[in-house]
């Protein structure tokens, strides 16, 4: 590889995921539309907006699966549309992804759901594969579900386990698109425990898409809020908390309490938008 061609690596107070100016289509539909964004390292950064409005698209360019229209993508230092096959597969090997649609393979026990991204993407020998993927079930508690396949397992113990495959490399960012859909408030909170102890453990760089105020409150250092193609905010709660937009105020300022329960989550409730 010519020197001209290395993925650089910045400096380490680089925002690992870096993306400016983004401008994001399907077909003639614009769905983001100059979109700034940073993942700043070893915090968590939540992106909040109604349904339809481009966070998982935003996911997309931050991992190189879609090409912006127009801006930047950094990830890692690295500039995703200038590497070639091999140094995008480089760089997407040191980020963790758990997708919304987060499936394990069902016929696949969760041992070796885990074990088959270790072997996808290293040459270790076999025992110390099992070793992984034990340790990694043991982070999210699972250690007891090594063989057990995922349709004994309950909805909690499935993202969990799909977590564990995220982390099966030890990613430096790991990005996580609404972890908590689909679950109960008890089970969602646990796993939002769960992303805490990542960060304090590993100092782990971790994007989170999040619709929970709960949550939002809880796990974010810093929130993005999306809405018609914009970001409508960003900046860490506090500062939020205290935008001109009344959207962004109304859902900060609601109480815990009335925010408990899925059924008044952000933007179900304050504009009654479907999931
Ligand atoms: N593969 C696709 N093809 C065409 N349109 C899409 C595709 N994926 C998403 N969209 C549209 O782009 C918009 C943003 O989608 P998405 O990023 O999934 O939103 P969110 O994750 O915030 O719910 C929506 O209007 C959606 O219908
Ligand atoms: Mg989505």
Not at 93 to 116: C, D, H, K, P
Not at 210 to 233: Q, W
Request: with cysteine; charged share 25%; aromatic share 4%.
């Amino acid at each position: 590889m010519s020197e001209h061609h290395k993925p650089q690596d910045v400096s380490d107070d680089a925002d690992p995921v870096l993306v400016q100016g983004l401008v994001a289509r399907y077909g003639s539909q614009t769905v983001l539309d100059g979109v700034d964004f940073a993942a700043p390292r070893g915090l968590i950064t939540v992106i909040l907006g109604g349904s339809g409005c481009g966070k998982s698209t935003l996911l997309r360019h931050a991992l190189g699966l879609m090409e912006p229209e127009a801006g930047t993508v950094r990830l890692l230092g690295c500039d995703l549309f200038s590497l070639n096959d091999d140094e995008l597969r480089s760089v997407r090997s040191r980020i963790g992804v758990l997708f919304q649609s987060g499936a394990l393979f069902s016929s696949l026990t969760v041992g070796e759901n885990v074990a088959l991204v270790i072997r996808e993407q290293s040459q270790l020998p076999e025992p110390v594969v099992r070793q992984m993927v034990r340790m990694k079930l043991a982070l999210v508690g699972l250690e007891n579900a090594v063989t057990k396949y995922p349709e004994e397992l309950s909805g909690g113990m499935r993202k969990r386990a799909a977590l564990a495959r995220a982390m099966a490399m030890d990613p430096e960012v790991l990005m996580c698109d609404e972890p908590s859909a689909g679950l109960d408030p008890i089970v969602a909170a646990g796993l939002d425990e769960l992303l805490l102890d990542l960060k304090a453990q590993f100092g782990m760089t971790i994007v989170v898409v999040t619709h929970e105020l709960e949550s939002v409150r809880k796990i974010a250092d810093r929130v993005v809020m999306l809405e018609a193609g914009r970001v409508l905010a960003s900046g860490t709660i506090d500062e939020v908390r205290d935008s001109r937009e009344q959207v962004v105020r109304d859902f900060f300022s609601r109480t815990p309490r009335a925010a408990a329960g899925r059924g008044a989550s952000l933007w179900t409730a304050s504009r009654g938008g479907a999931q």
